[in-house]
């Protein structure tokens, strides 16, 4: 037995969601830039859930459903205030998941209507948690949320109180499109192994958060933020990346386990990141991302992954840095969820094993000879 170290090329399974196939994203077969360029997220998730794009009925039906479900239990709420101020928001929207299983008499009714209707209800329900967490640490109310919006909107909406402008939402539906699903992602293989056992879905989906927080997967938006930040203005990228590079150090937002010509959501999301920074006036942290990948992709060969552009996106659009990570959350949900449904359908235990490089036929040593 030999291992493949990170799993490296293993295909662990099979999967009609979304397909990577030379350097080209599908969901359900349709490309991504076609779905980036005329979808919304509700219909992309539509489209994750039952295999095919909705008709016009089957939208609004969905959508209804995602206004009735998108309030959270007041003890939810009642818990997140007693978060510690300084919580991280990705630990608190782990720890809100986990608490919502307990006020949901669903929880482990195991039949595939009962976990569709919670993986939207955990679609519905997600933006409401990140809204109420940011508002409460700062000690505002929590705002109710908005019926007849979309996620996008409503998340917005929740954040601030305020009707967020046309141009913002069109911009974040858009990035919740481009990071609805990616195959078999840490975050969504960690769902996947976790329900493999016939747990419940919203252990799935904790787990998946779990995964996604770390800064070589989703963590790695708000890691370009920090270090946007760091390098403060455009006649600093040069010496800061070139150091980092010199030491061996990572660029966060480049780099790939699967795309080594370049990620084909990083295109939709920088010319985003363009668009906003020109209507805003403001073009610095576009032309310092612009002037990142030169650099990176010169000296290194790397090309920027979805998560690069996304961090000038959300701070363009005003969204709190450490918000980053968990708006990839509410987009990964959808995808998360359908795969949590399609391991269920035809589920067998995930249970690989490991090669031993430990010592070799050792004897017990009593503890008072040792
Ligand atoms: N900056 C500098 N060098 C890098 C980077 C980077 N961002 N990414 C990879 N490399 C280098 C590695 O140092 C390594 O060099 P070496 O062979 O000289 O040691 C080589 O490229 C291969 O890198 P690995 O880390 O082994 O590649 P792996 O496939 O395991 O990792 C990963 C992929 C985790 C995405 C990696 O590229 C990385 O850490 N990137 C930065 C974090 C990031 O942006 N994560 C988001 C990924 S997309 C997503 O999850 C949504």
């Known amino acids: 037995m030999t291992a493949t170290k990170g799993l490296e090329g293993i295909v662990a399974t099979t999967s009609s969601i979304s397909s990577i196939i030379d350097g080209v994203l599908t969901y359900r ?11 919304t997220f509700e219909e992309v998730a539509y489209l994750l859930w039952y295999g095919k794009l909705p008709t016009q009925s089957e939208l609004e039906g969905l959508r209804s459903e995602l206004d009735a479900y998108a309030a959270i239990p007041g003890q939810v709420i009642e818990q997140i205030r007693l978060y510690p101020k300084d919580t991280n928001s990705m ?9 919502l299983a307990l006020y949901d008499d669903a929880a482990n009714d195991m039949s595939v209507e009962a976990n569709l209707k919670k993986a939207i209800k955990l679609q519905a329900q997600l933006s409401t948690i990140i809204a109420a967490f940011a ?16 996620i996008a909107h409503n998340f917005l909406y929740m954040l601030t109180g305020e009707e967020p402008d046309e141009i913002a939402v069109k911009a974040l539906d858009q990035a ?21 056992t016939l747990s419940d879905i919203y252990s799935g989906v904790t787990s998946a958060i779990g995964a996604l927080k770390g800064p070589l997967h989703g963590g790695a938006n708000e890691a370009v933020m920090v270090m946007l930040e760091e390098i403060g203005s455009f006649e600093n990228v040069e010496s800061y990346i070139n150091d980092k590079l010199n030491n061996k150090e990572k660029i966060m937002g480049f780099g790939h386990r699967v795309y080594k010509n370049g990620d084909p959501r990083a295109k939709h999301l920088q010319k985003m990141s363009r668009e906003l920074g020109k209507l805003t006036g403001n073009m610095e942290l576009y032309e310092m ?28 659009l005003k969204i709190p840095r450490d ?48």
């Open 29 to 39: 077969g349709i490309n991504i830039d076609e779905l980036a360029e005329h979808a």
């Open 91 to 99: 630990a608190a929207l782990r720890t809100a998941v986990s608490s």
């Open 135 to 150: 508002r409460i640490r700062e000690g505002q109310e929590p705002i109710a949320p908005k019926a007849g919006v979309s």
């Open 176 to 196: 919740l499109v481009l990071h609805a699903d990616h195959e078999l992602n840490a975050s969504t293989f960690a769902a996947r192994v976790t329900v493999a």
């Open 289 to 316: 991302s612009v002037k990142i990948e030169e650099l990176v992709t010169g000296q290194k060969g790397l090309k920027p992954n979805v998560d690069f552009y996304s961090a000038s996106v959300y701070t363009t």
């Open 323 to 370: 918000l980053f990570t968990p708006i990839f959350a509410i987009s990964r949900l959808s995808g998360w969820t359908a795969h949590i449904l399609e391991q269920y359908e035809n589920n067998r235990l995930i249970r690989p094993r490991a090669e031993y490089t430990g010592p070799a036929s050792q004897s017990y040593v009593p503890i008072n000879e040792r």
